[in-house]
């Protein structure tokens, strides 16, 4: 079957980093997203990474190893408005999305 | 970036009534749009997919006599929930994408709460 690993919940200090890690397995892949969830609020797009590596946008950056089935989200210089959950998505390869659960950020000052 | 609109944002309705939900891609054309259903602290469930022009192709366990999908345009998607019961509450979540192909961005609209009493 398709799946989708995130941690539940994570806890950070405002100005620190917090690293959000994501498994997958799916049959075929066609990138991955990472999207911003506010409590009641629909999700809003961060990233997308079809290639091995890093990719840097601001204070967040996004990493891929396709060949560990393996992302994660990297969140620098952390604010209290940081606090959110962050759902990681994987398109697989009929271009179907397959969420995870999602990851609840919290910041403490 | 593109806009995706969604209206109401919030609405309560009684239990047998039918409540439409419209998405609207205000600064491009999209041919396909999607729709979410999530529950509390909860991820996205897909819903459906909705082809302008043609049928909408649901997700297993969707009922599409309960849950009418039409894409008239390409820049409007609707969601019908037909005799709405309380157990339809949710908070309902359209997206369309934009460019070309199957990998472009997910735009998302605000989302619309509904609430079955």
Known sequence: GQNIDQPTEMTATEGAIVQINCTYQTSGFNGLFWYQQHAGEAPTFLSYNVLDGLEEKGRFSSFLSRSKGYSYLLLKELQMKDSASYLCAVSDSNYQLIWGAGTKLIIKP | ?117
């Open chain 2, 1 to 117: 970036g593109a806009v995706v609109s969604q209206h109401p944002s919030r609405v309560i309705c009684k239990s047998g009534t039918s409540v439409k939900i419209e998405c609207r891609s205000l600064d491009f054309q999209a041919t396909t749009m999607f729709w979410y259903r999530q529950f509390p602290k909860q991820s996205l469930m897909l819903m459906a997919t909705s082809n302008e022009g043609s049928k909408a192709t649901y997700e297993q366990g969707v009922e599409k006599d309960k849950f009418l999908i039409n894409h008239a345009s390409l820049t409007l998607s609707t969601l019908t929930v037909t005799s709405a019961h309380p157990e339809d509450s949710s908070f309902y979540i359209c997206s369309a994408r934009s460019g070309e192909g199957d990998t472009g961005e997910l735009f998302f609209g605000e989302g619309s709460r509904l609430t079955v009493l």
